[in-house]
């Protein structure tokens, strides 16, 4: 089945969420709060080890029934049924979307072309376990006969920023292997990390769903190139891995089979950290620590496609995004995570989610008349705070802001924690009650100020509060809520892109720029130059010089 093409702007409740938008845009949120002293628990969803928290976004009742009506009238149960029985929804590329297979339990049926994907999927897993406790243990060991101690990830864009961000986040499970990533094109990259590696105690894993990735490939040749000025070329065998869907390729760089994990073209990039695109992972953490992950993510596919739509944590997040993507005009949105572990969060959903959403045409191929895909950003708190936090409470541009908390430090400094956690609460707080002309005058009076410098300091020390923010507090930065994490701004994701009528699993947009670098690399190498434009062509001219 493929998804419905319907233009989000005919539907009726988008027309009244338009009306109601007028009408509410102003209340402030600290009214609705004394008006309602149930607000907090109205607006609020628990689930696991999780409490979402929504209640201070700019909303009403009837603001989430409408929402709740577009996603019904945009047929939101269907696609959500289309997306986990690998239906093609992919439709460009003619591929089904099932990076929810790849934590779905062994019971599970998941038919693609016919065939349930499952059983092969365990068999990779399977693998994953043997290499990594093998690994893990020294039971397999470098061509010298000594244990591995670090891993060199190469990949870029989902084949590196997925097991980056979440060897990060699990930072504290780790074991003594050290993980390193060489992702950029910039010889200045690997040649760093190369720094640190020691040849005899070295794994390398190419990690490349098409295996023709430029910067992979030249980063792979480039440390093949420096391991064999140390080893010799039977050592590829002990040292070199692939992950990736491109057997021929893989065997052309000379990787032996058995030292290769496949991937499916029903995984996308951006979506790949729960096949063996994770398996630095798994080294980095032990596999039992990367099943939890698998588990979290299952649990929270299981929340959303079960939960009614006004429980559902990604049902619920992605309709308040839309909120004020399309109807405020918001442009992008801030993660906030309250922990340093997840301090890549916000570089891996801004390939997650502006490479899915970042899209101008409709299903219909043509041009949508509307907004889309949010720009993302964000670092942790209370880091930020004393970086950026200055224009979400005082600048002219509302960006609705998550925060990310844990109930329980992991090295159990309370001492610490209670610190942080206080700044998360009193950031929201402040956020959204801002400070009054009455509040400002006597906090200046009582410290001693005269009436003419309060006149003329007062302005400044104004907060116009009613800043959204959704907070999403959970028990510990477990494996397992991590991956419930993830799964749950995957889904997110998901119901966007229905809502706004887009193909959220195609990447045309990375192409152009891929293509004329070919051209331009050509002619950086040779002296023949192109037909550029006077500015390409100057820059190009003075680079050679
Ligand atoms: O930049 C485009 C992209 O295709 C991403 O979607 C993908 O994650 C990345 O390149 C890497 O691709 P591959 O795994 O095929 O090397």
Partial sequence: MALPKID??????????????????????????????????????????FLVDYSKNRITEETVQLLLQLAREMQL????????????????????????????TREETVMVAGKNVIPEVYEIREKIRGFSNAVISGEKRGYTGKSFTDIVNIGIGGSDLGPAMATEAL?????????HFVSNVDG???????????PETTLFIVVSKSFTTQETQSNAETLKEWFLQHAPETAIGKH??????????????????DNVFPMWDWVGGRFSLWSAVGLSIALSVGY??????????????????????????????????????NFFG??????????????????????????????????????????TGTIIWGEPGTNSQHAFFQLIHQGTKLIPTDFIGFKKPLHGNQQHHNKL??????????????KTADEVHRELKNSGHSEAEIQQLLPFKLFEGNKPTTTILADTLSPKNLGALIALYEHKIFVQGVIWNIFSYDQWGVELGKQLAKTILNELENSELGNHDGSTLRLIQFFKE
Avoid: C
């Fill in 8 to 49: 989000p702007t005919t539907t009726p409740s988008w027309q009244q969420l338009t009306a109601h938008y007028e009408a509410i845009k102003a209340l402030p949120l600290k009214s609705l709060f004394q008006n309602d002293p149930k607000r907090a628990e109205t607006f609020s969803i628990e689930w696991d080890d």
């Fill in 77 to 104: 149960g269907t696609a959500i049924e289309a997306y986990f029985s690998g239906d093609p929804i992919n439709e460009t590329e003619g591929r089904a979307v099932l990076h929810t297979a790849l934590r779905a």
């Fill in 171 to 179: 930072g504290f499970y780790k074991n003594h292997l050290k993980t």
């Fill in 188 to 198: 200045d990259h690997v040649h760093e990390i190369i720094k640190k590696l020691d």
């Fill in 240 to 257: 070199f891995i692939a992950v990736s869907t491109n057997l021929e390729k893989i065997r052309e760089f000379g990787i032996t089979e």
């Fill in 288 to 325: 039992e620590n990367y099943e939890q992950l698998l588990q979290g993510a299952n649990a929270m596919d299981i929340h959303f496609k079960e939960a009614k739509f006004s429980e559902n944590i990604p049902v619920i997040l992605a309709l308040l995004s839309v909120w004020y993507n």
């Fill in 330 to 371: 918001a442009e992008t949105e801030a993660i906030i995570p309250y922990t340093q572990y997840l301090h890549r969060l916000s570089a891996y959903l801004q390939q997650g989610i502006m490479e899915s959403n970042g899209k101008s045409r409709a299903r219909n191929g043509e041009r949508v008349g509307y907004e």
């Fill in 421 to 434: 956690m206080a700044n998360f609460f009193a950031q929201t707080e402040a956020l959204m009650n801002g």
